[in-house]
């Protein structure tokens, strides 16, 4: 069994609290890893076998640049085209079993911590030959062209991305980032931070980008807005532009999640097209 969280479903009994660690407002969600339960399941067209649990979707007045779903694939289950959408770019990011991945006709097999990058208009679908579940995440976004850049579909494991640290932070804070920051060609990045016990984010960022945080591994005490709030592996985090935000990991082990964010692209004010 692999170190990366994921939901197994279920159902509580009738003698279990509804009080939960839920939690929306207007500036920030936190979904919880008890309330992924069976019945908020979701079936996907074009798959076979396959439920996902949708926790992130675009919402007017909160968060608008992405969906995320967390997708569990039974065995012969998937789809031979998982994207209908030819303007739709995404991430899969395995956190469970093994996948196969058909991307534009060449077959990879992903395991434990797999993740592909796969470009909008290029055709990918999904299976899963094993006999146990494969769960991976799937981060989908409009894809915001930038005349002169085209971003490539790619997929490679986490474990051949080495995390770079943060400034002055003696490698207790590292991102371990897919496609480099200043590449044009991408709108939007999904990485891995992980924070060593003690590490801190030592400020509130505030800033234009929308987050989405599944924690992979751990817990910490995340701010959020103006709340302290005490996350776990499974929990997600769902921020709007603007929400402040620190954290401390509070150990015994380290603290990881995925990150989501829209990044290198002028703010849109009239539709008119951005030169290259």
Known sequence: MGNLYYPTGGLPPQTHLTTERAIVTEAYTVIPKGVLTDIVTSLLPGFTNTRSWIIARPISGFATTFSQLIVEVGAGGGAPKAEFESGV????????????????????????????????????????????????????????????????????????????????????????????????????????????????????????MEHGLYVLEGKAMYLLNKDWVEVEAGDYMWLRAFCPQACYASGPGQFRYLLYKDQNRQIKLTGAPLPG
Not at 96 to 115: A, F, Q, R
Not at 171 to 186: C, E, I, M, N, Y
């Open 89 to 208: 770019e995404g991430v899969i990011f395995v956190v469970k079993g093994t996948l196969n991945l058909t991307l534009k006709g060449e077959k990879h097999v992903m395991e434990e911590g797999g993740y592909a990058y796969l470009a909008a208009g290029d055709e990918w679908g999904v299976d899963n030959s094993s006999d146990d579940i494969a769960t991976f995440h799937w981060i989908r976004k409009a894809y915001d062209r930038l005349e002169g850049y085209q971003a490539t579909s790619f997929v490679t494991n986490e474990k051949d991305v080495e995390g770079t640290a943060m400034p002055d932070t003696d490698g207790v804070w590292k991102t371990q980032r897919f496609v480099p920051s200043d590449d044009l060609a991408h709108d939007m990045q999904v990485n891995i931070v992980t924070f060593q016990p003690g590490g801190v984010i030592p400020f509130p960022e505030t800033h234009v």
